[in-house]
């Protein structure tokens, strides 16, 4: 099955020699094509390039692309896609007042989301799920991570991986499945870390492990959440299990938490609200991926992540959706771009790549996502005709996406 995409106004994000990842003021550079072409094969790229070299149409099926932009598709390297019912009530808690930790002090937050989840089914889990994953794959989303987390229990957590590992069976987009155990302690676990820090480690951790149901590793390190120390007995216990760190750290408070997820190897460390000068030393020549998550921050009004401070220091920056029901209840990565260029102040180029080639480092596919690149899948977004890619960003309430081709299949 071949499909050759012709006339395209602007191919962005073209990377002949494969990169995986941009840091610093390479982020400010986004390469693209002017008059393209595009070829795919199955479900890779087969070839691109400027239209006076587009290959004959013979056995394609053609798509004209006059006047519009066609861009890889967004890698969202963080998600807590799988949750059951939601937290409006919280919502509307915030707008009359309660901070997001004030609510969670009275038993809501995390641990409202868990008793919600232990008692919805497995199938139940699933649909409700699904719905979300079609949703963001329609809004251009072409490979995500999805975090464990609302369980808080063997049979819960499991419950939960186990659907992320459904949804990976059924739909084309690649998933990375995060066990999130260390997400809060259960009320019963309040006076007692070492219990439940056991019962990760000695239950959990194993059983994840039997069923082979996930690659990464997460602990919510905060003031109030998991301490350093409990984080780095986390983080070893997972990697025992061939588990890869990806860290939730620094969203309220910085505890010298990045300096320990550097040190145990983490792929990316993510949120970063509050960032000081030892983070920004500790992540240089490291090989983690700060991972910004600008949704959470317009949705809880805390702090956006500096991110001028941090390309300015030549680090490469992230960015990702955070999907969730409590700090972020929304997966749209074109509002997080957007969100990034008006609040961050990143250019239209900088969240570009930290939308795609960056966060496919931060999940560990940037050798198969995140460009234009021969080989890669084809993961694609074809935009309404646009003036230039900058509309983007900056139209942020319209939906510019006219199609959506996850390995080579077109999504609707
Ligand atoms: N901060 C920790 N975890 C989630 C939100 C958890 C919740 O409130 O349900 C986050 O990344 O924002
Ligand atoms: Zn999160």
């Known amino acids: 099955m071949k499909i050759l995409i012709q006339n395209i106004k602007e191919l962005l994000q073209v990377r002949e020699t494969p990169v995986a990842k941009v840091s610093g003021a390479e982020m400010a550079v986004l390469p693209k094509i002017d008059h393209a072409f595009l070829l795919i094969e199955n479900d890779r790229i087969a070839d691109f390039g400027p239209m006076a070299d587009c290959p004959s149409s013979e056995d394609c099926e053609l798509i004209d692309a006059t006047g519009k932009t066609v861009l890889p598709t967004w890698c969202d390297s963080h998600t807590h896609i799988v949750y059951a019912g939601n937290r409006e009530q919280e919502f509307v808690d915030r707008i009359n007042g309660l901070s997001y930790e004030e609510i969670a002090s009275r038993g ?30 329609r809004q251009g989303t072409g490979a995500v991570e999805i975090k464990s987390g609302y369980g808080l229990t063997v049979e819960a957590e499991l419950k939960m991986l186990r659907v992320i590992k459904r949804l990976s069976e059924n739909y084309p987009i690649a998933i990375k499945a995060t066990f999130l155990g260390a997400h809060a302690f259960p009320s019963e676990y309040k006076e007692n870390h070492e219990g439940y820090i056991n019962l990760i480690i000695n239950e959990m951790l194993p059983a994840i492990a039997r069923e082979n149901l996930a690659q990464y590793v997460d602990a919510f390190l905060e003031t109030g959440y998991f301490s350093v120390a409990e ?32 040190k145990h190897g983490a ?76 609040k961050m102040k990143m250019t239209p180029e900088e969240a570009i790549n930290a939308a795609t ?51 080579g299949q077109f999504i609707q």
């Open 231 to 262: 984080t780095e007995r986390i983080i070893e216990a997972g990697k025992q299990h061939g588990l890869i760190p990806k860290i939730h750290v620094n969203q309220f408070t910085a505890i010298n938490g990045i300096e320990a997820c550097v």
């Open 267 to 342: 792929l990316s460390v993510d949120h970063l609200e509050i960032v000081t000068d030892e983070d920004i030393a500790v992540l240089k020549d490291s090989t983690t991926m700060p991972v910004a998550l600008p949704s959470c921050s317009y949705f809880i009004s805390i702090p956006y992540t500096p991110a001028r401070k941090m390309l300015q220091a030549g680090l490469p920056l992230a960015l990702a959706s955070d999907f969730n029901p409590g700090t972020t209840p929304s997966g749209n990565m074109n509002f997080v771009v957007a969100t990034a260029c008006i």
């Open 108 to 137: 809501g937050g995390i641990l409202n989301s868990a008793k919600k989840l232990q008692e919805t089914s497995e199938e139940d889990l699933y649909n409700q799920s699904k719905v979300r994953l079609e949703e963001v794959m």
């Open 357 to 407: 080639i960056n966060g496919a480092y931060a999940m560990g596919i940037s050798d198969t996502h995140g460009s234009i690149t021969k080989g890669k899948k084809a993961n694609i977004i074809i935009t309404q005709p646009l003036t230039s890619y900058y509309q983007l960003p900056y139209a942020f309430g319209s939906n510019l996406i006219d199609q959506v081709l996850i390995e």
